[in-house]
């Protein structure tokens, strides 16, 4: 895929894993995100203040932080087409939001019946306002215009399904939603599955890469988007985000390898004992793949055998070696470790790490049936040793959004000296599910993309859910 060329800093609780060197970055929710949680917007919602004295007082009992839903089964494979809404973007209120339609488009609150719609065309400017949204019109044949909307999501379909929007410099199917949270306008695109995929796949792999590695990853990514369409419908106003934290996406594309490979595989999805495949997928496994369940979603429901390693052994060192993050190494300042690790520890409850003085040695503590590390132990120069999970070790030192400084994935090994820590390691990502660079070289062996999957997700199976 075609992956931008510098890494965008994220927060502590996210993966720093873009890479100038190796475009195709890994996919797949970091844990404090798959965890069944409402949205962030909706938990400080929530949540009432107390004052400070009357929590000491006792005169008011602080608020329970709201109790996240129970995890949710996997679906069984839907018989129609699913609807998904993408987050393309968090912009601020004050922030006007310019779209060019590709034809007429009907505007209304998302709960109002359609006979009190604004039905018209031309380019649109769209700003929150006190209580609403103000819509202006300009273009299209007709003299400017305004309207004023109520407060609540606003909704802005195509009146022919087939057109979409022009925003950010970029052709988006579907129709919208604007969400005001009051911290910022969330821009929601509900496009169908089908549609939606194709800019999926064309900006995950490389443009060269073969025909069956495309296919393999349209089965792949249409399973795991049925999986979060399922996962957060009625929990949150949309399913997955544009970007790194699920699945990259870059809306329409004349990519035609992509465009093919969605056609020739429409809705077909994997599935194991009836139920649909969290078919999570990473750049490069480096030959040690990864569980799901404990590295990218703490949901017991997704412990399942197509995405763990189970009792099985390492993949063959064939399967991405000659990926360009086969293999790594990187040098990372000690004082820098102890830093990220601390700061990491204050955002995620763990007072320990947020205390850390110093570090005399970080080893693996403990490996999946694999071999690839899924516990770290850290010795500080002072006090007893600390343990963190292996992928929660690698967010934190991505946090800080230095791609010179971060490290491609947790299946690494250590050495301190002089002050350094000398870090070699292999693959790229969290290591789950499918390797994106194993599925190219087995497509470039000749293999089509049932043999690719049957690697990848043991246990699972191929079937067509709709039509």
Known sequence: MRWPRACIGLSVLLIAACSSSDPVRPVGLARSVSSEQPAPTQVAQSVPEVSEQAAQSGAAEPPAAPKPPPPKPLPVPPTAEPMVAIRLAVLPRSQPIVLKPSGRVRILRDSDATSSAWTTEGDLRVSAVPDGWKVSRSGGGAPASERVFADGPLRIEPLNAADGFRWNDRDWPGEMRLHDTGDGIDLVMRVGMESYLPGVIAKELYSSWTPAAYRAQAIAARSYATVESDRWEGRRHYDMVAGQLSQAWIGATDNAKANDAVRKTRGQVLVEAGSVVPAYYSSACGGRPANAFGTVTDNPHHDIASVSTGDGAARKEGC???????????????SAIVARLRAWGAANGRSDLAKLDGLARVEVADRNAAGRPVVMRLRPVRGGDLQIEAEDFRRA???????????????????????????????FGHGVGMCQHGAEAMGRAGRDERAILGRYYPKASIIRAWK
């Open 320 to 334: 991405c070696g000659g990926s360009s993050v086969a293999s790594w190494k990187v040098v990372i300042p000690v």
């Open 397 to 427: 030192i991505n946090a800080a959004g230095d791609a010179k400084t971060s490290i491609k994935s947790c299946d690494c090994d250590l050495v301190l000296k002089g002050g350094d820590a000398t870090i070699t390691g292999r693959g």
